[in-house]
């Protein structure tokens, strides 16, 4: 039965102490939490075909997903199939809230960077957009 | 702790773990384990998604896709496929019954759209096996609050303004019990929570134990401050075994972290919850029998006054709710109580989960605001019945509840609408019906049901209902008169006046309620001695039809009792004397020439 474990976390003593650990546990449940609602939160897809990732797409995955967590950014950070662009992997597809997707190439960890601090937190353009080439099957019935 | 980028979330109720789903966790962890992936990927076993139909479930987090029915062989796939390439899997995707267009995102679904989760707002979503996840979603922060900010009165206040009714069937307004228990001074006070859900076809509060055991804990606990109490105690049915070891984790890590026990948040409240395993008497859901059978007495109702509120567990003043109340609790706290009572009808707030069985395509759990018409329910959110067959009615309220049919499906529903047309919201089950159940059968079958849980110890009860079966066989057999249809509206209504408890005083309720909706059904059986439906195997006859019938012999050789005669290349003959109606014949014949009648 109960058996007192010392590696657990020490008891909550207060409720500033249980809004202080809700702090620190929120991120267990939060991707799930974000899952719910995407349409709200700046959405971004990483192509992370053998290609992508090959160039590197997986590094750039990972950090979009750690930056914007340590930078506060609410945002829904998926891997997604080849998008095409083979000769500009790495590439990714930024969707702010109410707005049209975006496709940047050639993102590296350096312009991941740049894209999070321009585009997703001021709404300015970025060097790098690869131009829309394809239309959807929606757009084409 | 690793910072996960994509987590798997998979059904561990019960449903989902009879199809498997554990096998299915044991194949991602291995699959991810051995790709490397182990660090960005969590796999975490949840409670029930609802969809219990089109289970076990796999939902994939933050793409928010949702897979359906599968099996352990596709836990590679959806490793190679979905994690490392970033591809749907089309064939696991739900397939909309309408346009056969596949659906991953949950919200699209009909089954989903309609539906506001607040007692299963966890359900799915929370791995109830770790508190560290019930407390990251704002779990306990409403008995922090409670405990800090409110005076008990207070949350007696909230909790009576929100409107909240007992969902174990009663629909009794909780706020006032948790006034009565209040009230009554004494120097030890019990919370207890009825877990014994014995409803055929029900199963909203073994899934919510499962799902999100911590939020009753809660709940317990905020009643406790509330009243005065404690102790809490669960009563749950030892039926329910992945519920109880999932309550008996909780309560262990409540009390690690502080949150059950001596002095919690330092406040000097202190509250510790207790199981006590009830044998699965359909009886001990009435509180005074349930109380009795936690003493250890046998499970036998008494008079109410004096209610448990007065004189409960060991004489002392004791406040009884159901699992979903409880589950409703946390939420109200947090969300206010203005929030609760804006969602469902002017008398019944809030939402009502349903267990949703029976000849429906989307068997699950579900839950809705109050309100929501039956017709929602069966054809948009359940999907309508199987095959393609006609809607005859729905039943509600388990074996104590009436059935409802056609003319009902526009009945917003809700605790007193239900009363109203003859039925009782109950604890939640529907068991819906198509053109193939016969409505005497269904409440023989309910009768039956009661008579085997009665306690004996009131007459009506024991003997009462006992009759009514033998008339209900009687009438199935072909053996009943007219006057057989009078005895029982009679015979039922003296029982609903004149038994002890709940579980005689609503027994009744299925043959009074068919024999209003369906009264011609019995007539037929009575005077015609035909089943409509087919169900009542006495008044059945298998016949050949001679124009289609070829002289194959086939059936007269599958027959088991040679009541088949008939010469080859001629027309056979059933000898209704014989026949033993075992339908060998049916599935032998391929010229569909033989039909029942």
């Known amino acids: 039965m109960f058996k007192p474990k010392e590696d657990r976390m020490a008891k909550v003593k207060s409720l500033a102490d249980l809004r202080k650990m809700k702090e620190n546990l929120q991120s267990k449940v939060h991707l799930r939490e974000k899952a719910d609602n995407p349409e709200a939160l700046v959405q971004i897809k990483v192509g992370m075909g053998t290609s992508g990732i090959a160039s590197g797409a997986k590094e750039v995955f990972n950090y979009l997903v750690d930056e914007l967590e340590k930078r506060n950014i609410e945002a829904v950070v998926t891997q997604t199939g080849d998008m095409g662009y083979s000769y500009a992997e790495p590439t990714i597809e930024v969707t702010l809230p109410g707005k049209e997707p975006i496709v940047y190439g050639y993102v590296d960890v350096k312009k991941a960077d740049e894209i999070i601090e321009k585009y997703v937190k001021l709404g300015e353009m970025v060097d790098g957009i690869i131009p829309a080439n394809y239309r959807t099957i929606e757009e084409n019935k | ?597």
Not at chain 2, 12 to 31: F, P, V, W
Not at chain 2, 46 to 63: A, L, N, Q, R
Not at chain 2, 499 to 518: I, K, R
Not at chain 2, 530 to 547: F, N, Q, R
Request: hydrophobic fraction near 35%; aromatic fraction near 8%.
């Open chain 2, 1 to 597: 702790m690793a910072n996960y980028k994509m987590q798997l979330l998979i059904c561990g109720g019960t449903g989902c773990r009879a199809s498997s789903s554990n096998l299915i966790i044991d194949e991602l962890k291995k699959q991810l384990e051995t790709k490397n992936l182990a660090d960005d990927v969590q796999v975490v076993e949840t409670g029930c998604f609802g969809f219990c139909e089109k289970g076990p479930i796999v939902k994939v987090s933050p793409d928010n896709t949702f897979y359906t029915q599968v099996k352990p062989e596709d836990a590679e796939e959806i490793v190679d496929e979905h994690i490392i390439k970033g591809r749907k899997i089309e064939r696991l995707l739900y397939t909309d019954p309408e346009t056969k267009k596949h659906i991953s995102d949950s919200k699209h679904m009909e089954f989903y759209k309609k539906q506001v989760r607040i007692a299963l707002r966890n359900c799915g979503f929370l791995d109830p096996e770790n508190i560290e996840e019930y407390i990251g979603r704002e779990g306990y922060e409403a008995m922090g609050k409670c405990l800090l900010e409110r005076t008990p009165e207070q949350v007696i206040k909230e909790i009576k303004e929100s409107g909240l009714r007992g969902r174990g069937g009663g629909g009794f307004p909780t706020g006032l019990k948790w006034q009565f228990a209040a009230a009554n001074k004494a120097d030890q006070k019990y919370v207890v929570c009825n877990a014994d859900e014995g409803d055929p076809g029900a199963f909203m509060d073994r899934s919510i134990l499962e799902g999100d055991p911590h939020s009753v804990l809660e709940a317990m606990a905020i009643c406790g401050y509330a009243t005065g109490a404690t102790k809490g105690l669960i009563y749950i049915r030892a039926e329910y075994p992945l519920a109880i070891k999932r309550l008996v984790i909780a309560i262990d890590q409540a009390r690690e972290y502080g949150l059950l026990g001596e002095n919690i948040l330092d406040t000097n409240f202190n509250f510790d919850v207790e199981l006590r395993y009830g044998a699965g008497a359909f009886v001990c859901g009435e509180e005074t029998a349930l109380i009795h059978s936690m003493e250890g007495e046998r499970g036998e109702p008494t008079v109410k006054p004096p209610f448990p509120a007065e004189s409960g567990y060991w004489g002392k003043p004791t406040n009884v709710n159901n699992v979903e109340t409880f589950a409703n609790v946390p939420a109200i706290i947090n969300k206010g109580a203005k929030w609760f009572s804006s969602i469902g009808t002017d008398k019944s707030k809030g939402t009502k989960v349903f267990a949703l069985a029976g000849k429906i395509n989307n068997v699950g759990l579900i839950e809705v605001p109050m309100g929501t018409t039956l017709r929602e329910v069966v054809f948009e959110i359940g999907g309508g019945i199987q095959n393609g067959k006609k809607f005859k009615a729905v039943q509600t309220g388990g074996p104590s509840g009436g059935c409802l049919t056609e003319k009902h499906l526009d009945t917003p529903i809700d605790f007193d609408n239900l009363i109203a047309v003859g039925s009782m919201m109950g604890s939640g089950g529907m068991i819906v019906m198509d053109e193939d159940d016969c409505m005497v059968a269904v409440s023989k079958f309910y009768l039956d049901f009661t008579v085997e849980e009665s306690c004996g110890k009131c007459a009506p009860c024991r003997i009462g209902n006992k009759r009514l079966y033998e008339v209900l066989d009687k009438i199935t057999k072909g053996n009943g008169t007219d006057e057989d249809l009078e005895l029982l509206d009679n015979m039922s209504r003296v029982i609903k006046d004149t038994a002890l408890c709940g579980l005689g005083q609503t027994s009744p309720n299925p043959v009074l309620s068919t024999l209003e909706n369906f009264r011609n059904e019995y007539e037929q059986h009575v005077r015609d001695h035909k089943c409509a439906a087919g169900a009542c195997k006495d008044l059945l006859d298998y016949v050949i039809e001679p124009e289609n019938c070829v002289g194959c012999t086939a059936c007269a050789r599958v027959c088991p009792v040679g009541a088949i005669s008939g010469e080859r290349k001629q027309i056979h003959e059933i000898d209704p004397a014989l026949c033993i109606k075992c339908g060998a014949c049916i599935e032998k014949c391929k010229f569909n020439a033989i039909f029942i009648q």
